[in-house]
């Protein structure tokens, strides 16, 4: 009787001895599992950095591209300051372009009564002088801005020389004779895309972002073209809108390699692994230590 009474005892230690060493299993789990949900937590936390980030670089860029094309509707601006102030004539005209031209920069025209008569550099632009107001390409977006008195963009669009330019128009009004506002026509200028965001998209490539800015083909229409891209496909960009010259542009921007941009799993994953593995050799050399107290706690009792 007392025999089966010790073997039964015996079986319960050994099932408790058992279960003990399930700890090291459950270490190594358990550390497995907070492993991940950090992992998990810092590519997230680097993923929201990186894209807020982005978005400030984003209306950075969007920016310089505005101030890019300021300086096309600089170079009508002061042609329309010069027939101005000359009530109507312009001397000089293809000096004062000469004096005007950049290397971003197509083409420099005038339109008295919407219809162009002079245009910088003449050589290779010659079929350039068309009547604007009733031409069937550019007609309505003319009409639009000389009424709305605003100046307009059309384009892009291939350029006979190679390339694709945009047209910047800008109505000139003159005072009449009883005050009020006459339309003279345009001062025009064709600029040439990329290159006149040449130094932005160096900078923002630099940086490492792939890029596309698109743009409504005119004020009139909702229909896109692409102006400039850094050719590669993009996964959930940041996208940043903006007007100008009565053109609606989106400009999206994404680090080159990815919304994981200077995050590296690697180190993470190391030290996680190697203090999981310490906790787990801990674990077993606790229990080994253990089972020799609880061997020599028998001999000392026997």
């Known amino acids: 009787m007392q025999m089966e009474a010790t073997d039964e005892t015996m079986r319960f230690l050994q099932k408790q001895y058992n279960k003990k060493w399930m700890l090291p299993l459950l270490t190594f789990v358990v550390g497995c599992l907070i492993l991940t949900a950090f992992i998990h937590h810092s590519y997230d936390t680097n993923r929201k950095q990186v894209r807020m980030i982005t978005e400030l670089n984003a209306s950075t860029y969007a920016e310089r591209l505005r101030d890019d094309m300021n300086r096309g509707v600089a170079i009508t601006d002061a042609l329309k300051a010069i027939i101005i102030s000359g009530n109507g004539t312009i001397d000089n005209f293809e000096k004062v372009s000469e004096n005007l031209m950049s290397d971003f920069v197509q083409s420099i025209q005038i339109a008295p009564d919407g219809v162009v008569t002079e245009i910088y550099p003449a050589e290779g632009n010659e079929a350039g002088k068309i009547d604007l107001l009733h031409d069937e390409k550019r007609g309505e977006i003319c009409r639009y801005g000389r009424d709305k008195n605003i100046?307009?963009?059309?384009?892009?669009?291939?350029?006979?020389?190679?390339?694709?330019?945009?047209?910047?128009?800008?109505?000139?009004?003159?005072?009449?004779?009883?005050?009020?506002?006459?339309?003279?026509?345009?001062?025009?200028?064709?600029?040439?895309?990329?290159?006149?965001?040449?130094?932005?998209?160096?900078?923002?490539?630099?940086?490492?972002?792939?890029?596309?800015?698109?743009?409504?083909?005119?004020?009139?229409?909702?229909?896109?073209?692409?102006?400039?891209?850094?050719?590669?496909?993009?996964?959930?960009?940041?996208?940043?809108?903006?007007?100008?010259?009565?053109?609606?542009?989106?400009?999206?921007?994404?680090?080159?390699?990815?919304?994981?941009?200077?995050?590296?799993?690697?180190?993470?994953?190391?030290?996680?692994?190697?203090?999981?593995?310490?906790?787990?050799?801990?674990?077993?050399?606790?229990?080994?230590?253990?089972?020799?107290?609880?061997?020599?706690?028998?001999?000392?009792?026997?």
């Open 151 to 302: 100046v307009t963009m059309q384009g892009p669009f291939d350029l006979k020389q190679g390339g694709q330019g945009i047209a910047i128009r800008n109505p000139v009004y003159l005072e009449g004779a009883d005050g009020s506002p006459v339309f003279w026509g345009f001062t025009i200028v064709i600029i040439r895309v990329p290159e006149i965001f040449t130094e932005s998209i160096q900078a923002l490539t630099k940086f490492g972002y792939d890029y596309s800015l698109t743009k409504t083909v005119s004020p009139l229409s909702d229909d896109t073209e692409i102006v400039s891209s850094s050719g590669n496909i993009m996964k959930n960009p940041i996208t940043f809108e903006f007007e100008f010259c009565g053109s609606l542009f989106d400009f999206e921007i994404m680090p080159a390699d990815g919304w994981s941009h200077g995050w590296n799993v690697f180190p993470q994953l190391f030290l996680g692994i190697c203090v999981i593995l310490l906790l787990t050799g801990l674990t077993v050399v606790i229990l080994v230590i253990e089972r020799h107290r609880d061997t020599l706690k028998k001999m000392a009792i026997t």
